[in-house]
Structure formats: structure tokens, C-alpha cells
């Protein structure tokens, strides 16, 4: 397992256990686990107890102002509740556009209110899709654009391979076909899987649900609180009550990003970038906000 992935584990055990405690001291008697929340939190526990004393001192104080800020913002704010259940979000669930990690759920006398959190460590990026993916973004995956898309981006491989083969025939790595050609991976792969995007998105996003779509899938289609812990120093973004777009435009003009920007002020950059350093057909997008300020200030405690 990937260190980062190892701190990650980490940082949400230590923040589960905090909310864990407010919950039981704010609904004493009413607050109840989930097996799944029980099982990832055994598996954090195990990447907490490993590392050093350092980080597990950061990782405890970091978790206990985090819970700390959602007691007095989000978790009091409740009210009468006849149960709370806590539960822990797999990754897989944010490929369908849910980034919450930690989801407490209370069952009120007027239905069951959420409150949804999502942490990072050490960084501010929204998603890593996969190109792929891409015709999932507005709802075309089994449609006859999306196979037409996935047709397009095995072609640009297959060329990609074969002028590869040609200019290195015993090349393993991708720096290998950079170390002859400093270009040649961004003109031979990058370049036409960005025009490869932006005109398959251009000429199929069309309807404002389609936009709305496809914002859901990037940012997240259900509220949050989001929580960045880089050095101990937390910062906080609400992303509750965010105004859907109806409309987008895409942009590539050779800049190295594709830019999606929406109606409602939110601004994306998403930048490829290989998901392995081996000369394989993995390659993703990290989407990334631009001036994020703008739209959801951060706090920071």
C-alpha cells in the first residue's frame, strides 16, 4: 500500500474515533456504528499504530479539532433525534460522484438528516478519474457516443505504442521515451487524449441536466464539510447548499490542462498524468478547483 494511502487510513481513523466521541456525548445511548464502519476502522487502527510517535500525536490533535468544529457547527445544530448512525464511505463510492468518508445520519421526527464529511491529507484535489470514465460523466457509458469514445482512446494508444516502439523498440518506461524525445509522450498521447476529451464533452454535453451531471460526478452530488490537514493546521470548506450550473464550457488549447468551467462560478483544471511510470494503458486526470476561495472560503482552525 502507497504511504499516502497508509496516512489516510490513518488521519480518517483518528477523525472517525473524535466524531465517534462527540456523537456519545452529544446523543448519549443513541449512537450506533455500522459492521462496515467497524471494519475500516480496525484497518486504520492498524496503519495508526505504525506510525511515528510524531504523526500519531499530530494525527489524535488534528482528529479532536475536526470533531471538535462539527459539534459546535453541524452535530448540536440537529436537535431531538431518536437514533444516530455512524458510518465510514469506501472509496469506490466516490466514482459515482459521493466523496464523503465519515457520514453521520440522524433519525429525526422529520426524516433522516446527514451530516457528510470528506478528508484529504496534504492535498486539495477532487477527483482522479480515469479517462475511461469520461462518457460516465454525463451519463453516455453504455451509450453509442461512449463506445465511440472508448474506440477513439484505444486508437491513440495503439499509435502511441506503435511510434513508441519505433523510436525506442526496447523502451520499459515512459522517462525512457522522454530521455530520446522530451516531447514526445505529451505530442503523441497527451495532446490527442485532451482533444480526444474536450470534443467528445463539447459535442455531448448539452441539456443544463447534463451539465448538473457532470459537476455532481467532479465535485460531489451530495453536501459536505471538507477537511485538509497538510501540517496540523486544519482547513475547512462547506460545500452544503452549493448552486448547480446549467451550463459549461470546455477549453484545451494546448496548455497542458483541460479547463471546465461552470455557470455557477466553479472553475476546474484537470491535468494528465500517468498512473504508472511503466509504458502501460493507465493514465488519469487530477481535477483540481480554480480559485476555490471564490466560491467556498476556507476556514481554518
Given at each position: 500500500?502507497p ?13 472517525t474515533k473524535?466524531?465517534?466521541?462527540q ?11 455500522t ?60 466514482t ?15 426524516g ?16 482522479h ?18 463506445r ?43 495532446v ?6 474536450r ?48 451550463r459549461?464550457?470546455?477549453e ?5 490542462y483541460l479547463?471546465?468551467n461552470?455557470?455557477n ?30 466560491v ?6
Open positions: 500500500m504511504l499516502s494511502a497508509r496516512y489516510g487510513r490513518a488521519f480518517e481513523f483518528c477523525v473524535s466524531i465517534l466521541s456523537l456519545e456525548e452529544l446523543y448519549p445511548g443513541k449512537v450506533k456504528t459492521e462496515r464502519a467497524k471494519g475500516m476502522q480496525r484497518q486504520g487502527r492498524e496503519q495508526f499504530e505504525n506510525l511515528n510517535v510524531e504523526l500519531r500525536e499530530q494525527f489524535t490533535e488534528s482528529g479532536r479539532k475536526i470533531a471538535g468544529w462539527l459539534s459546535e457547527n453541524k452535530l448540536k445544530e440537529i436537535g431531538e433525534t431518536s437514533r444516530v448512525e455512524l458510518d465510514r464511505i469506501p472509496d469506490i463510492a466516490g459515482m460522484g459521493d466523496v464523503t468518508d465519515i457520514r453521520a445520519q440522524f433519525f429525526t421526527k422529520d433522516v438528516r446527514y451530516v457528510n464529511v470528506s478528508l484529504k491529507h496534504r492535498h486539495e484535489a477532487l477527483k478519474p480515469r479517462l475511461t470514465r469520461v462518457p460516465e460523466w454525463i451519463g453516455l457509458a453504455e451509450s453509442g457516443q461512449g465511440k469514445y472508448i474506440d477513439a482512446y484505444e486508437r491513440i494508444w495503439s499509435t502511441f505504442f506503435q511510434r513508441g516502439k519505433k523510436l525506442s523498440p526496447n523502451a520499459k518506461r515512459f522517462r525512457e521515451l522522454r530521455a530520446i524525445d522530451h516531447t514526445f509522450v505529451e505530442r503523441n498521447l497527451y490527442p487524449l485532451y482533444t480526444l476529451v470534443n467528445f464533452l463539447q459535442e455531448n454535453v448539452k441539456t443544463s441536466s447534463e451539465v448538473r451531471q457532470m459537476f455532481d460526478f467532479l465535485v460531489g452530488k451530495f453536501d459536505f464539510v471538507k477537511f485538509v490537514d497538510p501540517d496540523g493546521r486544519i482547513e475547512i470548506r462547506d460545500f452544503s447548499n452549493i448552486l448547480r450550473p446549467s459549461v464550457e470546455i484545451y488549447e494546448g496548455t497542458g479547463h471546465v461552470f455557470d462560478g466553479w472553475r476546474l483544471s484537470a491535468r494528465l498524468h500517468t498512473a504508472t511510470e511503466w509504458l502501460k494503458k493507465s493514465i488519469k486526470f487530477d481535477v483540481q478547483p480554480m480559485d476555490l476561495d471564490s467556498v472560503p476556507a476556514i481554518y482552525i
